[in-house]
């Protein structure tokens, strides 16, 4: 997936407006006027279904709190008004089996007019909600519009500059611009796709007070499923997540005082979704886990400020990871906005300095986390310790590790050195026969859990819309559009505006280099 984006998009990404609900609601607009758009809308259902079921499924604050649908055939339409995803999967799994059965052979005329529509009359609804919702107590206040397409986006991109400019963007974090390709139209592998484009000025992002993101993607199910769950991720800003503290002498030869503290500003992001949250979706007793326990460290939700004191490095080769547990977290460079440009720069630069160094020394790093609460009533602190891994991208890996009071006893006998021919040769025959594979993909492996999810949430609904078939409204006939939901407000209408200057944002390649995707 190739994507451009301002480099400077961490730090101006929505600093105007501070969103106390920090996940976005979002806006997903599909345009259906492209021709050959038959095989995408199945497979783009069959994603947004898939990454819409964990979220319906995950205990603890819904990642995706409300969700509008739209589709362009050349007229927008809303499918889906804005709808709290979580406790609805009936309602959204309906949505999308309506999306499915919309005819999808691109006999439309192409434009983006009906897309600029779609955008405008969202960005009404969302005020309205908005407004609503306040009224009650509610107080998520950002936006973000997803557009997938056929067209070029580059030309999408040009009429939204023309029709934007009068629009109130306030509550809009960013536009994402996804232009799905046919495997035909994909340029061989190895070769870079690179657009090149303008960075728009710092007075361009304070006119326009949102970042637009430009991305191409493969029509399959993976690349867009692996892309609709980007989602799930912590979309808060506002702060930094995870102070890293070293020793100022550990990595440079100036004189400090011991006492002085080197501290890198970073944040946290989940590599896996919890499995304990997902296990009991069936029965309701998944949970999420206490943030005020000692051993707990999340990237989701942002309970708090966490702190890792580095204490010593270690040699790589010494760790053993029987005493590694728990789920990993990858830990990056902060995004916070609130900070000054300069020490965001610098900040970045020092971690890049610190995941070369370790990689370069075969290090890892011993860190214990710094209890969060340090009010009196703590009279004994239970502190639990962090290994911090390397890697060759500018990440590092964060896993906890065992301490002398949860280690179990364990005998490991030394191994035999000579085996009988009888016993060691019908185990050489069964490795051999073994496929071997370089690496371990994970996307390779599936567990039946989207359909399992699907089943467990659809019951409840299911039995409160029982009636007979034939009381049932028809929902699968395209040309009846009685039955589809529609927006809270009608349509915008289009006023002329005087042209203003939208430039997309700088080439931004994927930090994956290498597509993890199986081929097909």
Known sequence: MNSRKSLSETRRTFSTTKAHCQQPSRILIVDFTSPSWANTCSVLSEALENTLCLVCGLAGPCRVPLLSLYVVQPQQECLLPFTQVKENFARVQACISELRSLPAEGCFPQGANGVVQAVQDGLQQ????????????????????????????????????????????????????????KRDFLQPEGVEQCVPAEEPSSSDIAILGMDIDVQTVEDNVISLEMLF????????????????????????????????????KCDLQERLLDPALLSGAADGTARAADPSSPWHVAAWPATGLHKLRVLRALKSEGVCESVLYGLPFIIKPTSCWQLDWDELETNQHSFHALCHSLLKRKWMLLARHEPQNTSPNWNIVVHSYYVIVPSDSATLLVKAVAIRELLLPSTFPALLVEHPERVRGPIESALNSLEVEVAYNPLHLKSNL??????????????????????RPERHQPKQTQSRAKAAVAPLLMAPSPLQTFRPAAVRRDSCEHSPLPKE
């Open 126 to 181: 969302f005020k309205q909600y908005s407004r609503h919702a306040a009224a009650g107590g509610s107080t998520n206040s950002s936006l973000e519009i997803t557009i997938f397409t056929s067209q070029s986006s580059k030309e999408m991109v040009k009429q939204m500059e023309k029709k934007l400019k009068d629009v109130d963007l306030v509550s809009l974090r960013r536009i994402q611009v996804i232009e799905v390709l």
């Open 229 to 264: 769950k980007t989602w799930l991720h912590d979309y808060g800003t506002e702060r930094e997540q995870l102070h890293l503290l070293l020793p100022s002498g550990g990595f440079s030869h100036t004189a400090a005082p011991k006492s002085t503290i080197m501290c890198l």
């Open 450 to 471: 989207y359909k399992y999810l699907k089943s467990s949430l659809y019951k409840p609904a299911h039995r409160q819309q029982a009636q007979p078939r034939e009381q």
